[in-house]
Every structure is written in structure tokens, then in C-alpha cells.
């Protein structure tokens, strides 16, 4: 089992619609999960990140957490063509490890 | 505005050949990192450094050995490149270990023949 599991897509979603992403980690001691946005031959940046249960808001995205299922996504009200990206999720786990874990990513395809 | 700046940006190696990846941060960051990064299997830890001083291994070290020259500079050295070493590399750095936002940099795109 991978440590940090993403579908890996395409997820293709039209114009003005939710795009919901999603992602599963293994560590139930994780402490805290960003998500990282990622265009084609490009490096990633950091789009949230989310501590606690629940859901964060900012802008047009939404983090939501839920710890007891191990489970973190992220919603995106009105895609719009340039949303258009692979999607990472990162996670830090309390292994030792001092450093993020990433999933292999989730590419979004938003339909004009 | 620099942020994370790593050299070279493409490199064709032959195997068997070494080579050293630079990168420097200017945001006084304390934690640096090298991660590789090949077609559907993510951002892989290869060795980070926590702070000054200090290096670890990630989850895929083999082949690699890295140098933190000093708070702004952390260096990955391939001693002996192997086609399974051809990826995407990339750098990152944060203000500490893990909880903080990661910066990364515009990567290398590295061809081991």
C-alpha cells in the first residue's frame, strides 16, 4: 500500500463545474496535508494546507480533512480552463521522516 | 525574487559518469530537499537536510549522496549515473522540517544514456 494514494486520473470536469479531488494516506498519525498544484513541465506550488478537521476555505478552493478516515480532498468551485494541472497531495507523517510524502498526483482537465 | 534556484536546468549524461546538481535558496530557510520525480510515481524523497549540518536518507538514497555546504546551499551528487537515475529533480526548501510549506525549484530534467 502506497503511503499517500491519489487516483491518478485524467479527472475531466466542464467549464463552471466542482472539481472534487481525492486523497488517502496511510499514517494515522499524520499531522498535517497540503495540496500542491503542478502545470505540465513545471515545478509544484503549494495551493493549501490543512491541519485540522474539517474544511478550509480560500477563494475558489476548499480543503477538507477528515482524520478518522484518513482521507483529505479538494474541492474547486467554478474550474476554469487554466485550473487545468496535475493535482498533488503531500503529507506529513509522523514516521521520522522530516519531510513531506507525496502522492503521484491527480490531473484535472477542465472542458471549455 | 530568486527563492530556490537549482543548476543546470537539462542534462544528458552518459552512464557511468558523475555529476553534482546545485541548488540554492535565499529565503533563510533552515530544511532543504532533493526529490526525483518520473512519470506516474510522484515526488520521491531522495535525502533532505533538517537544518544546517545535518543530511538523511528519503525513501529512494540509493546512488546518491548529497552536501549541505551551508544554510543557503544544498548539493546532490550522482557518482556513477545509471539510466534509472533519468528523471526530473527537483530541490526544495521550507522554513522547517515537514509542518511548513515546501518551495520548489524549476527543476533539472536529467537523460542518464
Known amino acids: 500500500q502506497k503511503e499517500v494514494e491519489q487516483n491518478s486520473g485524467p479527472l475531466s470536469v466542464p467549464e463552471g463545474a466542482i472539481a472534487s479531488l481525492n486523497c488517502t494516506y496511510s499514517?494515522?498519525?499524520?499531522?498535517?496535508f497540503f495540496w500542491y498544484r503542478q502545470y505540465s513541465g513545471k515545478s509544484p506550488e503549494l495551493i493549501m494546507f490543512?491541519?485540522?478537521?474539517g474544511d478550509k476555505e480560500d477563494g475558489r478552493f476548499t480543503a477538507q480533512l477528515n482524520k478518522a478516515s484518513q482521507y483529505v480532498s479538494l474541492l474547486i468551485r467554478d474550474s476554469q480552463p487554466s485550473d487545468s494541472a496535475t493535482y498533488l497531495c503531500?503529507?506529513?507523517?509522523?514516521?521520522?521522516?522530516?519531510?513531506?510524502?507525496f502522492g503521484s498526483g491527480t490531473r484535472l482537465q477542465v472542458q471549455p | 525574487n530568486a527563492g530556490v534556484t537549482q543548476t543546470p536546468k537539462f542534462q544528458v549524461l552518459k552512464t557511468g559518469q558523475s555529476m553534482t546538481l546545485q541548488c540554492a535558496q535565499d529565503?533563510?530557510?533552515?530544511?532543504m530537499y532533493w526529490y526525483r520525480q518520473d512519470p506516474g510515481m510522484g515526488l520521491r524523497l531522495i535525502y533532505y537536510?533538517?537544518?544546517?549540518?545535518?543530511?538523511d536518507k528519503g525513501e529512494v538514497p540509493n546512488g546518491y549522496n548529497v552536501s549541505r555546504l551551508n544554510k543557503r546551499e544544498f548539493s546532490l551528487r550522482l557518482e556513477s549515473a545509471a539510466p534509472s537515475q533519468t528523471s526530473v529533480y527537483f530541490c526544495?526548501?521550507?522554513?522547517?522540517?515537514?509542518?511548513?510549506?515546501?518551495?520548489f525549484g524549476q527543476g533539472t530534467r536529467l537523460t542518464v544514456v
Open positions: 526544495a526548501s521550507s522554513e522547517e522540517t515537514g509542518n511548513t510549506e515546501a518551495f
Open positions: 499514517d494515522r498519525g499524520s499531522q498535517s
Open positions: 490543512i491541519y485540522s478537521n
Open positions: 503531500a503529507v506529513f507523517m509522523d514516521t521520522g521522516r522530516r519531510a513531506l510524502t
Open positions: 529565503m533563510n530557510h533552515n530544511s
Open positions: 537536510s533538517a537544518s544546517e549540518g545535518t543530511t
